[in-house]
């Protein structure tokens, strides 16, 4: 038997019809990962007949139908087909060729096809048992499977032994045989319970045939007795009907007084909720005192943090003033050292000009005598004299302004180095201050941000607060009358239950057909349904026939009747409904004044005829009966007042005062739904209602513990103080801004006069070059003059240079000195700036300490405030216990007159039920007259007015025969009970059941027969499925160690283990792998490759035992190295001979091994095809013979 082709259409990935033909000994299936290479083996297992989503990885069946692509539809359905070759006959059929299809719609819809005829998956199940196919069959293993044949996951490794042996079919012969011997014992149980039945029957019937005659006479002197018992009954009915009259006048009056005494507590009750309205104000009043004293701490706590907090912040500022006066201290220091070094560098220079002026002074001296000298003696040149005198005092005034010039440039230039000195100073100063000033910016920015947000929040809850607490006022007010509504449809459901199951009212006929008979017949009384205000009326109306039994057809009637005939439960009434006839259309009446009474009953449609019939020419009216105008009516008219109080037809009028009962009858049952449905509803509105209560206190708990107020004093108070430090840094800021703008602003203008004076200087010193070489022309000397003249000439020029370099040296000492006397007047000026802001900060320090001494002071005086508090706190709370200890005592009384109008209310609701206790027992007087009436004219033909009017002889006698003749009625009664119906035909049917009775037990004993026979069965398939399994086990063990050694090595250790050899059918089965050089403990501790080969070499030995037609590995190779790949393929080529093998793998040296490849691809995209490629016809060269 081969596999000869797979047909593929709409399965998974191959959306068009996909055949791969399988003609040789090993097919190879390879493909890149996801192009459907195992989609492949899923189509084999789905079609042998899987059903586990799981196998076929799947989450749902209907996903195998091709679900499309962005270009291609999905399909309609999925099909497989497979085909075998039956040449050696291994599958029982006579075909040579079979093929077995499996169709699924995308409908849910599915079918199997055996060689294109429909069959079930029973018949494909039952042709391939014991075949070796199967979609859990040993012949198709993937990867995952090797792990669950040696972890023996859901005993895989039985299921295969089971398999190999050949005894699947033994266990389905069991299971069936097990099957037919359950139903062997569930019909052998019946045929007992029957034989019971006729047995306990047969003897009722021979009793009833002997005993037929006897019942007879008995029932003729019942006769008798019955009759002188219902004269009897007649005169007591009549004595306890005047007594029932009586004392149900004094039940009624007792009712009265239940009700006057429930008035007055209840009008108790209201004078005591008004009492207590005061203590409940006090209550409230104590609690918002308490509340108020609570929210006064907790502001006078707040308000101790905020000062605490002041406190810490002023001592940090105390902190930093007196960081800031040790920095000015140490500053001042050194400028007075400073001031003292150049006050004596002042001093030592003024000495020099003091010494520069007197040789200046000397000089002068000098040169005016030598003028004057030279003026007396150069007359005659004083036009050449005075010419070079103004020449050398205006080279002498040029060199006085170029030392000036130089001077003022020398002060300039210190002046603007100072500046720049001090702008670089307070630069640093700035940036620090603009950080700060950033940073400070930043944070009153983000904390107003959340400050906002803490306020919206608080709004916000404070807003919910005050909702949730209003929609528990509304809640609770809803709830309490809704309590108060429940209590009373509670009472009212219970009294309404109790007169129902009780049946009081009813006569005993009526409670006997209720309890015995069937559940489905309804009373008149119980089918209506009608509007509250005119129930009254329409029960006057109704009464006769309210408890008339409503019947589909007379048979049932009849059997009602029967069962109260043999029971001498009385009489009973009924409508059959089958026999009243429809009404076309009620009369048109034209009277406006009246209402059609059908108008105001609603029933069932198969009860409107009865309705229509019943109520047919019946009206309501408003107006006054009395005086009714009756022109245009018909004579079968009839009228009934609203209120019930009249009845009218044509010539009679009735009516009277409507009783505190009356109306109650109709549609009781309909009210006690009514009333259930309503409690039901009420109860589940009040759990919704406390849960909904529940749920808003939590909300408004959790709202208010959520206190964000002391978060948002803390923000205020950090937004407070860091905008005061953000003035306090903007000052700063702009003072040092102004001051560098000042500055660079003197900068600038110096700059500008240096550049002035540096271009004047340049100027002057021309000048000054072009004068002294115009003054050392020797054409500027008279030699008109002697020698003498000449020589005076010589030293004044001298005398006048010597002058003019002292003088230029005594105005740089001027100028140098000035310089000093201005650095000197800008240390002044800068300790005397010190000063001030040592000053300044002393008294800031002086007022931070007098501000945290106030602030402790504040503290303490807070601090025995909030004890003072405390302790009033502690006295409002004692008040407040007071208040509601007297709240709660005054409480007290209300609950317990509420008590007592419960109980008050509880007997009356009992008295009532007293009352119409009393009215039913008159009722059932009247009905147990009438009943007996119709017993004795039905049972005997008397009538009980003749039994009435006889007079008894003597009332002695009559006593002591009353007392004997209800003795001697309940022993005949007692009799005929036991005698039961009486059957004529009792014989005939004894025999007729006798006859029965044998041929069952004939039955009997061939169902015992077949119960031996089927455990015999068995039996001996057990026997042959054990013997049969051992032989397997034993032959499958020997091919393991086998083929398990020439996988490994031959002085590999392995073997097969039954652990229950006592029980191998359903022993598990160990497997003991044990490769050269290692003690593994259990199988999961082999390598991958190892659990493979172990696993191949298990499944080869199966195939030993018993070859599968095909063989079909999923990537089993896979762990296995390249030497193990080759004894992988070896072992294939081996068993070839006798199996197919098609394996699906990715190993090149595999792939190298098959007849024939299939390569599965994805030209398009989610569609697979394949395509085929012969390597026989090739050359395969081993590259890895040479290798260990």
């Known amino acids: 038997m081969k596999l000869r082709s797979l047909s593929i259409k709409g399965f998974k ?12 000994d090993v097919i190879g299936i390879v493909g890149p990962n996801g192009s459907g290479k195992s989609n492949v083996v899923d189509a084999i297992r789905w079609v042998l007949g899987e059903q586990k989503n799981r196998e076929l990885r799947l989450e749902k069946m209907q996903d195998i139908i091709f679900n499309g692509t962005k270009k291609r539809k999905e399909a309609n359905s999925a099909s497989v087909t497979l085909t075998f070759d039956n040449t050696k006959n291994l599958i029982s059929t006579e075909f040579n060729t079979v093929s077995i299809s499996r169709i699924l719609y995308r409908s849910g819809e599915s079918e199997y096809r055996l060689n294109d005829v429909s069959c079930r998956l029973k018949d494909i199940r039952s042709m391939f048992l014991d075949t070796g196919i199967g979609s859990d069959s040993y012949a198709i293993i993937a990867l995952g499977m090797v792990d669950d044949i040696l972890a023996d996951k859901e005993q895989a490794r039985r299921k295969m032994f ?68 219902a004269r009897l009954l007649v005169s007591d009915y009549k004595n306890d009907f005047k007594n029932i009259e009586s004392r149900l006048n004094e039940e009624l009056d007792k009712y009265r007084n239940y009700e006057a005494e429930i008035h007055l507590n209840e009008a108790n009750l209201q004078a005591e909720k008004s009492k207590n309205l005061d203590k409940e104000v006090n209550l409230s009043e104590s609690q918002k005192k308490l509340n108020a004293l609570v929210s006064e701490i907790r502001g006078k706590e707040e308000e101790k943090n905020l000062l605490a ?16 006066l040790e920095d000015i201290t140490k500053n001042i220091e050194r400028l007075e050292t400073e001031k003292n070094l150049l006050t004596e560098k002042i001093n030592q220079e003024i000495i020099k000009e003091a010494s520069l002026m007197e040789v200046m002074r000397r000089n002068k001296e000098d040169l005016d005598t030598k003028r004057e000298l030279h003026n007396k003696s150069k007359s005659e040149y004083d036009n050449t004299i005075r010419l070079r005198q103004q020449k050398e005092q205006k080279l002498f005034a040029l060199e006085k302004e170029m030392a000036l010039t130089e001077n003022s440039i020398e002060n300039f230039r210190s002046d603007a180095k100072r500046f720049h000195s001090n702008i670089q100073d307070r630069l640093d100063q700035l940036n620090n201050s603009k950080s700060r000033l950033k940073e400070l910016n930043d944070a009153i920015s983000l904390k107003k941000e959340e400050l906002d947000g803490l306020n919206e929040l608080e709004t916000q809850k404070n807003a919910k607060i005050a909702q949730f607490e209003q929609e528990v006022r509304n809640q609770k007010d809803k709830q309490s009358a809704l309590r108060r509504m429940l209590d009373a449809k509670q009472n009212e459901y219970e009294l309404l239950l109790s007169l129902i199951n009780s049946m009081e009212g009813f006569p ?54 029967k069962m109260l005939i043999t029971s001498q439960k009385g009489k009973a009434n009924f409508f059959v409904l089958d026999e009243i006839s429809g009404i076309s259309e009620h009369p048109s009446i034209k009277n406006p004044f009246l209402t059609h009474a059908v108008d105001y009953v609603n029933v069932e449609n198969k009860y409107l005829n009865l309705i229509n019939k019943l109520l047919e020419n019946v009206y309501f009216t408003d107006e006054d009966i009395v005086d009714f105008e009756w022109e245009g009516l018909k004579d079968d008219t009839i009228i009934l007042s609203k209120n019930g109080t009249h009845l009218r037809t044509q010539y009679q009028l009735s009516g009277g005062s409507v009783g505190l009962f009356e109306g109650k009858k109709i549609g009781r049952k309909k009210t006690l739904e009514d009333l259930l449905k309503y409690i039901q509803k009420s109860k589940s509105d009040l759990e919704k209602i406390d849960a909904q209560i529940t749920k808003l206190n939590n909300e408004i708990n959790a709202l208010k513990s959520n206190v964000k107020k002391g978060e948002i004093d ?88 010597l002058y003019n370099s002292s003088n230029i040296e005594y105005i740089k000492q001027q100028n140098y000195l000035s310089n000093l006397n201005k650095e000197a007047d800008y240390q002044r000026s800068r300790l005397e700036e010190l000063t001030s802001r040592r000053d300044k900060d002393e008294r800031q320090l002086k007022y931070y300490l007098e501000e945290v001494n106030n602030f402790e002071i504040h503290l303490k005086s807070l601090q025995s405030e909030i004890e003072e508090k405390y302790i009033q706190k502690k006295n409002s709370e004692e008040q407040l216990n007071e208040a509601e200890q007297a709240f709660y005592e005054a409480r007290k009384k209300i609950l317990k007159i509420e008590d007592q ?75 005929i009970q036991n005698f039961g119906e009486v059957n ?193 016809s090739l050359e395969h060269k081993d590259y890895f013979t040479n290798l260990n």
């Open 508 to 561: 005993e006929s009526i409670k006997y057909l209720n309890k015995n008979w069937r559940k489905d017949v309804p009373l008149l009384s119980d089918i209506l349904d009608v509007r509250e205000d005119y129930k009254a009326a329409l029960e006057q109306y109704l009464e006769p026939v309210l408890n008339h039994f409503l019947v589909s057809d007379k048979n049932m009637a009849a059997e009602a009747i």
């Open 309 to 324: 907090q002041k406190k810490d912040f002023r001592n940090q500022g105390v902190k930093n003033l007196n960081r800031n």
């Open 714 to 801: 803390e923000l205020n108070h950090e937004i407070k103080t860091s905008e005061q430090e953000l003035v306090k840094f903007s000052t700063m800021v702009e003072t040092i801004e102004a001051s560098n703008k000042k500055d660079q602003h003197s900068i600038v203008e110096i700059e500008l006069k240096v550049d002035q004076q540096t271009i004047k200087l340049n100027n002057l010193g021309l000048e000054y070059q072009q004068y002294k070489e115009n003054l050392s022309n020797p054409e500027n000397v008279s030699d008109v003059n002697d020698t003498q003249i000449q020589a005076l000439a010589e030293e004044l020029s001298k005398s006048s240079e």
């Open 984 to 1176: 004529p035909m009792a014989v005939q049917t004894y025999n007729e059941m006798k006859e029965r009775h044998d041929l069952i037990n004939t039955q009997r004993a061939d169902i015992l027969e077949a119960q031996k026979s089927l455990e015999s069965t068995i039996k001996e398939i057990e026997t042959t499925a054990t013997e049969q399994f051992l032989d397997a086990f034993n032959k499958i063990r020997h091919h393991f160690i086998d083929v398990f050694r020439s996988l490994f090595t031959e002085d590999d250790t392995c073997d097969l283990i039954l652990l229950d050899e006592d029980n191998p059918l359903e022993s598990d089965i160990e497997i003991i792998a044990k490769p050269k050089g290692k003690r593994p403990k259990s199988l999961s501790q082999l390598s991958g490759g190892e659990k493979t080969l172990t696993a191949t070499a298990l499944l080869f030995a199966l195939y030993l035992l018993k070859p599968a037609p095909f063989c079909i590995f999923d990537e089993v190779d896979a762990p296995l190295d390249d030497a193990n790949i080759r004894k992988f393929n070896k072992i294939i080529q081996k068993f070839s001979k006798d199996s197919q093998f098609i394996i699906v793998t990715h190993n090149k040296s595999t792939m190298a091994e098959v007849d024939i490849l299939y390569g599965v691809y994805m030209q398009e995209l989610g569609i697979s095809e394949v395509t085929p490629v012969d390597f026989r």
């Open 162 to 229: 089971e398999q190999a042996a050949g005894i699947s079919k033994f266990k389905e012969r069991k299971k069936e045989t097990l099957s037919k011997l359950s139903l062997t014992n569930a019909d052998l149980d019946r045929v007992e319970d029957i034989l019971f039945e006729l047995s306990n029957n047969l003897k009722l019937l021979e009793r009833q045939a002997k005993r037929a005659q006897k019942y007879l006479d008995i029932k003729e002197k019942y006769k008798e007795k019955s009759i002188a018992y």
């Open 901 to 975: 109008l419960k109980l008050l209310t509880r007997n009356l609701n009992q008295q009532q039920l007293l009352i119409q206790n009393l009215k039913d027992q008159h009722t059932d007087i009247k009905f147990k007259i009438s009943g007996l009436s119709e017993r004795l004219r039905i049972e005997f033909n008397i009538n009980i007015n003749e039994v009435i009017n006889q007079e008894p002889e003597n009332s002695e006698s009559e006593v002591i025969d009353k007392v004997m003749a209800d003795e001697e009625l309940s022993r005949l009664k007692h009799k």
């Open 13 to 24: 990935s191959f959306a068009n019809e996909t055949v791969l033909h399988f003609n040789e």
